[in-house]
T-cell receptor, first 114, second 114 residues
Framework: AQKITQTQPGMFVQEKEAVTLDCTYD???????LFWYKQPSSGEMIFLIY??????QNATEGRYSLNFQKARKSANLVISASQLGDSAMYFC???????????FGQGTRLTINP | GAGVSQTPSNKVTEKGKYVELRCDPI?????LYWYRQSLGQGPEFLIY????????DSGLPNDRFFAVRPEGSVSTLKIQRTERGDSAVYLC????????????FGEGSRLTVL
């Protein structure tokens, strides 16, 4: 069954430090995609990064990178040089290509301290 | 703007009433998704449309919930005999196709059932 697990309900990090948000998933599909979204207190869902299951290299988008470890079924988000504006909820999500729907984890609340 | 538009942004209703929530996706996007998000939780999948048809309605909690997309663009989520437990933010998202990496989300409709 399609399942996403985020085990860190909250993370506190000093500004300018790097932070890793954990995400593990479970699927029997050989073809799937992994996503990270950011949701600030305003409520909008902001797409950050995508990794396909067959992609050979880890995805990167500016300060965001996805540490994809297929054998471990993990897709951790790494944010380098954190900024105060990074404080938000972060959601990991997965889409199995056979089912096409995007399923979200429970989220991690990230707080960046000055 | 050219983003996903949801109306109303806020809806307060009484228990037992009927409610309609509207989603206007990005023009040309064939895939449309409805999610429900309770406070502090990740978005919960409700239903996914590919064109006019509901490709996956496995997330609808019961037969009080129904959604349509008659012309393959605007979608309406309909909730009959509302209950207090239906109170949540209802999010709509669209993508060019289901294979496209990113889902674009609207700002949500906050439903409060008194």
């Amino acid at each position: 069954a399609q399942k996403i697990t985020q085990t860190q309900p909250g993370m506190f990090v000093q500004e300018k430090e790097a932070v890793t948000l954990d995400c593990t998933y479970d699927t029997s599909d050989p073809s799937y995609g992994l996503f990270w979204y950011k949701q600030p207190s305003s409520g909008e869902m902001i797409f950050l990064i995508y990794q396909g299951s067959y992609d050979q290299q880890n995805a990167t988008e500016g300060r965001y990178s996805l540490n994809f470890q297929k054998a471990r079924k993990s897709a951790n988000l790494v944010i380098s040089a954190s900024q105060l504006g990074d404080s938000a909820m972060y959601f990991c999500a997965m889409r199995e290509d056979s089912r096409q729907k995007l399923v979200f984890g429970q989220g991690t609340r990230l707080t960046i301290n000055p | 703007g050219a983003g996903v538009s949801q109306t109303p942004s806020n809806k307060v209703t009484e228990k037992g009433k009927y409610v309609e929530l509207r989603c206007d996706p990005i023009s040309g996007h064939t895939a449309l998704y409805w999610y429900r998000q309770s406070l502090g939780q990740g978005p919960e999948f409700l239903i996914y449309f590919q064109g006019t048809g509901a490709a996956d309605d496995s997330g609808l909690p019961n037969d009080r919930f129904f959604a349509v997309r008659p012309e393959g663009s605007v979608s309406t989520l309909k909730i009959q005999r509302t209950e207090r437990g239906d109170s949540a933010v209802y999010l709509c998202a669209s993508s060019l196709t289901w294979q496209a990496g990113e889902l674009f989300f609207g700002e949500g409709s906050r439903l409060t059932v008194l």
